[in-house]
């Protein structure tokens, strides 16, 4: 059966994305709701957020790690756009005001640098279609209270997606091998986790070729210019007023940015 009432699901996770106050999970009310009913969903938020002058500048795709799929008990990876108005550059201040309740994952962006549509793309076709590889950090946010998301839950909040922060800095994939590029990520200068490029579905080029095809599927491409954001390298860390985050990509050198209470702290 379709989820019940999509344009209402909806509309409440925008109203809590304008308020900053979360709803309660949507498998609350109706455990059954699964990942076709979340997709559901977040094809009548995307409508609601473009409407206000937003546009999409690319993709992030979530769940590509074994830890994170158990962990919600699915056995593959869920996507949702990347807005314009979520995205920061190297050094940032990021103000805590604008999330609900924020983690900070780094992971591998690319950058496309020619159309790439499914179905049929592979790895090779994903690694052609890249202009180049970036050090990023997500940060993950939920409109659902308490992180108490299911499947659907996640899918219809855009995939938990609150903001990205890139570096400036694009390396070329030719001759690099994406699987082993390893992470160090700190705060404040203290070691908090590690983590290397193999993590996200054994290597973040297939990444790529995976959210092509699944777009495919819907008659959507990736276009020159778009993000990929590859998923989470290591676990999601809480974020605090004051915090300085810094995550060292091998090859991609750092991105960082400064946390703080609000706009103009």
């Known amino acids: 059966m379709p989820v019940t009432d999509a344009p209402a699901k909806a509309r409440a ?50 769940l590509t790690s074994k830890p994170m799929q158990r962990m919600i008990g699915v056995d593959s990876p869920d996507y949702g756009p990347v807005l314009s108005s979520t995205v920061y550059g190297d050094g940032d201040a990021i103000p805590l005001d604008r999330f609900i309740q924020p983690k900070l994952e780094a992971e591998i962006v690319f950058v496309l640098g020619s159309r790439l549509a499914g179905p049929g793309v592979s790895a090779i076709d994903a690694r052609r279609a890249i202009l180049g590889a970036a050090a990023a950090m997500e940060i993950v946010d939920s409109r ?4 108490r998301i299911k499947l659907a839950d996640t899918v219809a909040d855009l995939a938990s997606n609150g903001a990205v922060v890139t570096s400036s800095r694009l390396v070329p994939v030719d001759g690099l091998d994406t699987r082993l590029i390893g992470m160090t990520l700190t705060r404040g200068g203290e070691l908090i986790d590690t983590g290397a490029g193999a993590a996200a579905l054994g290597d973040p080029v297939a990444v790529v070729a ?18 990929v954001m590859t998923g989470a390298l290591h676990s999601a860390v809480p ?21 703080v209470a609000g706009e103009g702290s």
């Open 13 to 62: 996770l925008y109203e809590a994305r304008r308020s900053r106050v979360p709803i309660p999970p949507f498998t609350d009310a109706d455990p059954a709701l699964g990942m076709a009913d979340g997709y559901a969903i977040q094809r009548e938020l995307v409508p609601l957020l473009l409407a206000d002058g937003d546009r999409i500048i690319g993709y992030k795709v979530g």
């Open 210 to 227: 995976w959210l092509a095809n699944v777009l495919g599927e819907n008659g959507v491409a990736l276009e020159p210019g778009h993000l």
């Open 144 to 147: 659902i209270q308490d992180w």
């Open 239 to 259: 974020m605090r007023a004051g915090d300085v985050f810094r995550a060292e990509f091998d090859r991609l050198g750092p991105v960082t940015v400064r946390v």
